[in-house]
């Protein structure tokens, strides 16, 4: 199992990475306590896809004493948005509404530039515009969704990235990320620039205020080291909520853009969607005799993860999914075809308000007048 900001592969072991990550699982306790303060929780809530956290109690009594917080996160932007970067992003509209608070949502087209081998400057921006119009589209408003691209707006940031930059040492940042000789020296400095953003409420508000970072848990080590740097900067350290990988169409691991046949993208035509969906792996049996004796295997299977993960928010259908697909009731053509229907419908939405998202990004990009 490797689990980094750059690499996800492996069988995942999620009880284990919260022992090797040090961070703490989400119990029923503070999820009933969340429940109390908000009413509803959300569906990746109930199903523990967001399994994990850091000071999230702490968020939860900032809240129940009525202060602010805020939320941030973010996207790489080597590529198209798919169906995983999205799970984050769902959830944080909901953390927007039941908090009411302003989201920072960084783009490191940095950090890709400096990552990826072929990606240029140009592209990475080009895919910093593409992955906005995603999470425009996913109804975030200008009012409360600021915006940054490190390579466009850096200055934004800087004065908190330095200050991050120097009070962590090489030696901490190489045993962090596990940077080498050869690694380049954009990338050993970068880790200051994803943190500064975990600051930048509290600058902006010229007070301290709890942060909280919605991610997948592959961003986690970021926090360690933001939340090293924290106190000595006079700052909260940021709290986290983490959630497990939705994976890919194929056999195993997470979903990644480097396997685009076993990926959706959100640009995706919904007849090219549903054709991956139609060529996916599943748990089913080899034949339909077997699949009928035998029943599937639902927790290995990426169609009936899609509809826990994303596409299915209503319990007692998945669950009912679940036991026909073990029964043997439910054939994988059938569940593929439905969620095809599903995907596809999300697509055809999704991409009409991409394109009216397109007149409306720049009121979205944080300006030096909201910085004071
Ligand atoms: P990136 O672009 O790799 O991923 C964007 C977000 O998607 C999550 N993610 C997934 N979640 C569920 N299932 C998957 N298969 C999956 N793949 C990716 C990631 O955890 C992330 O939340 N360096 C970051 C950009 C960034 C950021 C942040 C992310 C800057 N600041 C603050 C989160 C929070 C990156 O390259 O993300």
């Known amino acids: 199992m490797v689990v980094t900001p750059w690499e996800v592969r492996g069988e995942i072991d999620y009880t284990r990475l919260i022992k090797e990550f040090g961070v703490e699982p989400l119990t029923e306790e503070l999820l009933q306590r969340m429940k109390k303060m908000v009413g509803e929780l959300h569906f990746m809530l109930r199903r523990k896809i967001f399994f994990s956290h850091r000071d999230f109690d702490k968020v939860l009594e900032d809240r129940e004493k009525g202060e602010k917080i805020y ?47 072929n990606l240029s400057v140009k592209q990475a921006l080009y895919y910093t515009y593409e992955n906005s119009l995603d999470l425009i589209a996913l109804g975030f408003k200008p009012e409360n969704t600021r ?7 850096i200055h934004l ?18 045993a ?14 970068f880790p ?10 509290s600058k902006i508000e010229g007070r301290n205020l709890r942060c909280l970072i919605p991610c997948a848990i592959d961003q986690d080590p970021y926090w360690r080291v933001t939340r090293d740097v ?16 939705i994976p890919g169409l194929g056999v195993k691991g997470k979903m990644s853009a480097s396997e685009p046949e076993t990926c959706i993208f959100t640009v995706d035509k919904p007849e090219e969607a549903e054709k991956k969906i139609m060529n996916a792996f599943t748990g089913g049996q080899p034949t339909i005799e077997e699949q009928r004796r035998l029943g599937g ?6 169609i009936y993860l899609y509809y826990y993960f ?18 043997g009731e439910l054939l994988c053509g059938e569940c593929k075809r439905e969620l095809a229907e599903k995907v596809s419908k999300f697509l055809v939405e999704h991409q009409k308000k991409r394109e009216k998202a397109k007149d409306l990004v720049d009121k979205y990009m944080l300006t030096d007048l909201e910085l004071g």
């Open 71 to 117: 939320l941030y996160t973010g996207r790489g932007p080597s590529g198209h948005t798919h169906i995983g970067h999205i799970v984050p992003w769902i959830f944080t509209r909901y953390l927007q509404k039941v908090f009411n608070a302003t989201l920072y949502f960084q783009i490191t087209d940095d950090e890709k530039f400096l990552v990826k081998r």
């Open 147 to 153: 915006i940054i691209s490190d390579i466009k707006a």
């Open 176 to 189: 962090v990320f596990g940077f080498e000789d050869e690694s380049n020296i954009g990338i050993i400095f």
């Open 230 to 245: 924290a106190p000595k900067l006079g700052y909260y350290k940021p709290a986290g909520i983490f959630s497990k990988f």
């Open 157 to 174: 940031l800087y004065e908190l990235a330095i200050s991050v930059a120097k009070r962590v040492t090489f030696s901490t940042a190489k």
């Open 310 to 327: 994303i596409f299915e928010e209503d319990d007692e259908k998945v669950f009912e999914r679940e036991r026909q697909c073990k029964n």
């Open 297 to 302: 295997k639902p927790e290995v299977c990426p």
């Open 192 to 201: 200051a620039i994803q943190a500064a953003p975990a600051f930048l409420g």
